[in-house]
């Protein structure tokens, strides 16, 4: 069992930046990948990056290309979402989440994550 608990978020003017972060515990390194999600009421939930735990490479929805990195510190059992310019339609509740997604279209899936945190507001103000 793994426990994901996030931190960061909150509201941030249109070109700004913040940062998320996702502390695990328990069975960390019984999953092979960790991603962020995020959902906005009325809609699924969206895959915005994922970073494989073994050898840190990773995935991005293209929207967020160039603007968000996630990163893992394998040690500490975290991994990051550095968010930069920031658009309004970037507000949504962010998920962290781990599991074994193995090809990329499972890899952006909800459906193959185990594990989730409780989701942190992200609230971008034009």
Known sequence: Q????????????AGGSLRLSCAA????FSVNAMAWFRQVPGKEREFVA???????????????KGRFTISRDNPRNT?????NS?????????????GNPITISEIMSPQKYLYWGQGSQVTVSS
């Open 86 to 98: 920031l658009k309004p339609e970037d507000t949504a509740v962010y998920y962290c989440t781990a």
């Open 25 to 28: 515990s328990g069975g960390y």
């Open 79 to 83: 991994v990051t979402l550095q968010m």
């Open 50 to 64: 994922a970073i494989r735990r073994s050898d840190g490479s990773t995935l991005y929805k293209d929207s967020m």
């Open 2 to 13: 793994v426990q994901l608990v996030e931190s960061g978020g909150g509201l941030v003017q």
